[in-house]
């Protein structure tokens, strides 16, 4: 299969229905929240309402589903694939075969992204700001900026970037190599990206 096709085995039946849990844009703050479908209007939009502890807001009765993110397929689960451990495996050997001073052993990493980038995420594995998700069917677009050159911004803290997730339930659990590294304080230079980290499972 090309590279660029998705991954088949990830997708899930996404249409939405009454009754299912979301993550929905809240208008007010252009945050994502959860929330629970209501009411199908019929024409595109949905009524929602808030998902405690937030039930005390008025609910949206007519939600866009572009404003609306399905939870379906990103609760905890495995979503690694086979195509993506290739890569990962292949990408860990020229490395090693790279330069000294060049860490090989995988380190577990957490990705902390909005709900709506999940099913991209599950289907497409992690992308770097350029490539082209089949699932969105456009290129990924960089977000919150490019302070540590372009690529897939990680951490070994699972609490740390979880405002970045803007209200996501959970952080995707992956493994990184870490690759050539550089202490940006000590010795000035501007670190190198990591190579990319392959995802392993959606934390709920």
């Known amino acids: 299969r090309e590279r660029g096709s998705g991954l088949p085995g990830n997708r899930q039946d996404l249409a939405l229905k009454v009754g299912d849990s979301v993550n929905a844009l809240w208008k007010e703050d252009h945050r994502w929240w959860a929330a629970t479908i209501s009411r199908d209007n019929g024409d595109g939009t949905y ?5 405690p502890p937030y039930t005390s807001w008025p609910g949206e009765p007519r939600q866009r589903a572009a404003d609306i993110a399905s939870l379906k397929g990103a609760e905890t689960r495995e979503v690694v694939n086979f195509d993506v451990c290739v890569r990962f ?7 090693a075969k790279d330069a000294e001073e060049v860490s090989v052993i995988p380190e577990i990493v957490f990705h902390w992204t909005p709900a709506q ?9 992690l992308l770097v700001p350029g490539e082209k998700s089949n699932a969105m069917g456009k290129k990924v677009q960089v977000v919150n900026g490019e302070a540590l050159g372009k690529g ?22 992956c493994l990184g190599i870490p690759g050539r590294q550089w202490d940006q304080a ?12 392959g995802p392993l499972a959606a934390l709920g």
Do not use: C, K, V
């Open 89 to 95: 495996l292949r990408r860990m050997m020229a490395l």
């Open 117 to 125: 980038n999940h099913r991209s995420i599950i289907e497409d594995s």
């Open 152 to 173: 897939i911004y990680t951490s070994t803290d699972p609490a740390f970037g979880a405002t970045y997730g803007q209200g996501a339930r959970g952080a995707f659990l």
């Open 47 to 51: 009524a929602i309402g808030w998902a």
């Open 186 to 197: 000590s010795q000035g230079a501007a670190p190198r990206a990591a190579p990319r980290a």
